[in-house]
């Protein structure tokens, strides 16, 4: 027969274990890191995700008291260095700053070298940059509403420019086409930097901009902004209306950027990134700096992040299965 005084000791040695554990947890957390951490960034040099990557580095190296080193590892809408992430050991010294691609390749690629959900454990969404439709000074194109009168009266006859194939420039579009019930015709670039360029020089005359990548030539005049894809309007240029109230109500449209790690990476040294990387993001001069590129500064905890990114998931998997996008 089970006497109680072992039910007693059994529970207290289980509460010991537990004590323990939470303990080498805390360890565990104080410890880390104890050498640089590299912070994979899936886009090449010189966009937006490069720059809030090189805004943020700084900072958060002085916050971890470690090297923040920055490998860029552009290619195949940020899966090469989402491969590169997935495959790394789960230890809190390989981070991944990812972007939209992160909920859309999903919904548009039935191969991937790797699970979104499965194979990546998230840390912080960081800022949401809101895409702004553009057009060429020049272009016979007054507003959205005229924008969707030619489409509709022209239908295939409008280009738009986008990044390239599945990215977020030619998924704002295709939204757009969507919820306007109109078809415009798309021209894949390789990059925004091509694309900006043609659309500049009058080639195509429609673009879903980045608003960060977007900004210097709405200001310098060299591109003319008709709407912003946002849920309000921007406070960098708030006279420029939204989609939602320009004629298209539940228009919502942002390329985001989040940090990620491999799955398994110990939950105390999330939870300690996730402060240090929020933290980072709502210093001072750092939120400066991001809300001047148009950036929406936000630095979640993992939860609000796993959530957010279902709902991208979500919505994407719903657009491409409604339009019948595909990308392989």
Partial sequence: MFHPSRLVRAIIRAAGGATLLLAALGAQAQAWPAKPVRLVVTYPPGGTVDAVARIIGPKLSARLGQPVVIDNRGGAGGAIGGDIVAKSPADGYTLMLDASNHAQNPALRSKMPFDTLRDFAPVSLLVKVPNILVVHPGAPIASIKDLIAQAKARPGEINYASSGNGSSPHLAAELFDSMAKTRM?????????????????????????????????????????????????????????????????????????????????????IARLSKEIAATVKDPEVRQRLEAMGAEVIGSDPSELDAFRRAELAKWSRLAKENKLQLD
Avoid: C
């Fill in 185 to 269: 015709t798309h021209v894949a670039y390789k990059g925004g930097g091509p694309a900006l360029t043609d659309v500049m020089a009058g080639q195509v005359p429609v673009f879903f901009a980045s608003l960060g990548s977007g900004m210097p030539y709405i200001q310098s005049g060299k591109l003319r902004p008709l709407a912003i894809g946002g849920k309000t309007r921007s406070p960098v240029l708030p006279e420029v209306p939204t989609l939602a109230e320009s004629g298209l109500p539940g228009y919502e449209m942002y390329e985001w950027n989040a940090v990620f790690v491999p799955a398994g990476t110990p939950a105390a040294v």
